[in-house]
């Protein structure tokens, strides 16, 4: 991950300042995190859907990967509802 440039999609910068997640918490989250979705067929580039926690808060963040630039496109970044997500956060409540 070190080696991939990290950009921010202006998306994802508002939701940050709304929600109050910083750089910082994204970032961890994409060293720590897991996978929790995979959308192979977004374009331009394959997306997942990463699962971290920054102390006790659970994060979700969208971000596509350039590989032949080695850049990670941060798309969107959230606090999930426990209203539409299991307990774990892993997995959407049916």
């Known amino acids: 991950m070190s080696a991939y440039q990290i950009i921010y999609q202006r998306h994802a910068v ?54 032949a630039n080695q850049r990670k496109i941060v798309i969107t970044v959230y606090v999930p509802d426990p209203n539409k997500w299991e307990a774990d956060f892993k997995r959407r409540k049916p």
């Open 14 to 67: 508002e939701r940050m300042a709304q929600r109050g997640i910083r750089e910082e918490d994204i970032e961890h989250v994409l060293l720590t995190g897991e996978t929790i979705e995979v959308y192979s067929h977004d374009t331009p580039y394959p997306s997942e859907l990463l699962l971290g926690w920054r102390d006790t808060r659970p994060l979700h963040i969208v971000v596509a990967t350039d590989r």
